[in-house]
Structures are given as structure tokens and as C-alpha cells.
């Protein structure tokens, strides 16, 4: 089946560094996503990329569609203590059945110390 | 943005019941709506994907007969755990979509279940 391999696993950080992670796939998907989750609720989208090279950003957060659609990076620019959480991201697939199911990443938890 | 609830936020159960867990779009009609598991420290799994008057569609390895699901509205779809056990104990959560191509899932909250 699909997989998505997300790194790194967590990282430890400085307020106001910048962060990157990333995935990759054997598989090609349609739409890309970034999603954050808070201990103990659901994971809330940061942003969707749906063209291959296609470089979105909103705020802080930049992430990029890789050219061949197996892989994408979100980077975290001056990060702040509220950045802390588990990030995911997720490829977005058409089932045989006409709607559309995602697969996630392992996730990278993120840290900062203030 | 959309809002999806889920209810009971938690619940803590003996072995062999059966829990329901709802899931509502509040401010939209969901077409389509996903039922996932998630173990301490370890990424969302779909259980299952469900279509408003449908049978839900599941995940290789899901038991569609200890995890039933009805999707009876377009506002609300109900997951079962039934005969629960110690192993059932996960974070269940929703999300629900207005269908079509490219349209976004909507996260519920999530409900911690626990089997004693």
C-alpha cells in the first residue's frame, strides 16, 4: 500500500529558529497536505498543494509539491512556543470508489523551548 | 471554516460492551465522511470511508462487523465499536467532506476510548 516516510521523527528547538521536514513516497498523489495536531484533538490543516513544484505559503509556513509528486517539505520560519505540536502530512489519493482518501505520515513532533 | 463534532469527547468502557461514537457536520452537508484510528504516539490509520445511505467502504484489515458504521444523514455518521477490548482503546476520529474532487476533510476532535 501506500506510504509516506516523514522526517525527522522530532526535533528539539530554539524560539525563532527556523524548522524543516519532510516526506516522501513511492507513490504519486494528487493533492498534498500539511496538517498540525495539539495533544488530544484533531489534526487541523496548515496547507494543500495540488500542482506538481507548485510553493505555497501561509505565514510562517512554506511548503513545496515536489516536481514528481512522491514528496513534499514544509518549512516553519521564526518559530514561537505556540508552533509546538505534531506535524503530519498527508497524500491524498482518488479510491476506486470515486472519493478521495488520505494517507498519512508518521508525523514529526515539534519542540521549542521559548 | 466547517466544523465537525464528535461526541463522547472520551469514554472509558468494560470489556465486551459496545460504544457508539458520533460524528456531526455542523455548518454542512457532509457527502462523505472517514473514520480513523490513532495509537499513542503513532499517525492517523482510516478505518473506513462512508457515503451518506451507503455502506461504508473498509480498510484492508478493519472489521466491518466489530466496527460498524451507519451514515444515516448528511450531517451525522456513527461509528460502533462492538464487544470492545483492551485493544480497541485508541483515538477515533472523524472527518468529514462535502464530496467532490479536491474538497477539503474537515477534522473532528477526536474521542478517546478506553476498555478496561
Known amino acids: 500500500g501506500q506510504q509516506l516516510n516523514q522526517s525527522p521523527q522530532s526535533m528539539f528547538i530554539q524560539e525563532g529558529e527556523d524548522v524543516s521536514m519532510n516526506c516522501t513516497s513511492s507513490?504519486?498523489?494528487?493533492?498534498w497536505l500539511w496538517y498540525k495536531q495539539d495533544p488530544g484533538e484533531g489534526p487541523v490543516l496548515l496547507i494543500a498543494?495540488?500542482?506538481?513544484?507548485e510553493l505555497t505559503s501561509n505565514g510562517r509556513l512554506t511548503a513545496q509539491f515536489g516536481i514528481t509528486r512522491k514528496d513534499s517539505f514544509l518549512n516553519i520560519s521564526a518559530s514561537i512556543p505556540s508552533d509546538v505540536g505534531i506535524y503530519f502530512c498527508?497524500?491524498?489519493?482518488?479510491?476506486?470508489?470515486?472519493?478521495?482518501?488520505?494517507?498519512f505520515g508518521k508525523g514529526t513532533k515539534l519542540t521549542v523551548n521559548p | 471554516g466547517a466544523v465537525v463534532s464528535q461526541h463522547p469527547s472520551w469514554v472509558i468502557c468494560k470489556s465486551g460492551t459496545s460504544v457508539k461514537i458520533e460524528c456531526r457536520s455542523l455548518?454542512?452537508?457532509?457527502?462523505?465522511m472517514f473514520w480513523y484510528r490513532q495509537f499513542p504516539k503513532q499517525s492517523l490509520m482510516l478505518m473506513a470511508t462512508?457515503?451518506?445511505?451507503?455502506?461504508?467502504?473498509?480498510e484492508q484489515g478493519v472489521e466491518k462487523d466489530k466496527f460498524l458504521i451507519n451514515h444515516a444523514s448528511l450531517t451525522l455518521s456513527t461509528l460502533t465499536v462492538t464487544s470492545a477490548h483492551p485493544e480497541d482503546s485508541s483515538f477515533y476520529i472523524c472527518?468529514?467532506?462535502?464530496?467532490?474532487?479536491?474538497?477539503?476533510?474537515?477534522f473532528g476532535p477526536g474521542t478517546r476510548l478506553t476498555v478496561l
Open positions: 472527518s468529514a467532506t462535502e464530496g467532490g474532487e479536491g474538497n477539503e476533510q474537515f
Open positions: 507513490s504519486i498523489f494528487n493533492t
Open positions: 498543494l495540488y500542482k506538481a513544484g
Open positions: 498527508a497524500g491524498q489519493l482518488l479510491t476506486q470508489g470515486g472519493s478521495e482518501k488520505l494517507v
Open positions: 455548518d454542512f452537508q457532509a457527502t462523505t
Open positions: 462512508s457515503n451518506e445511505g451507503s455502506k461504508a467502504t473498509y
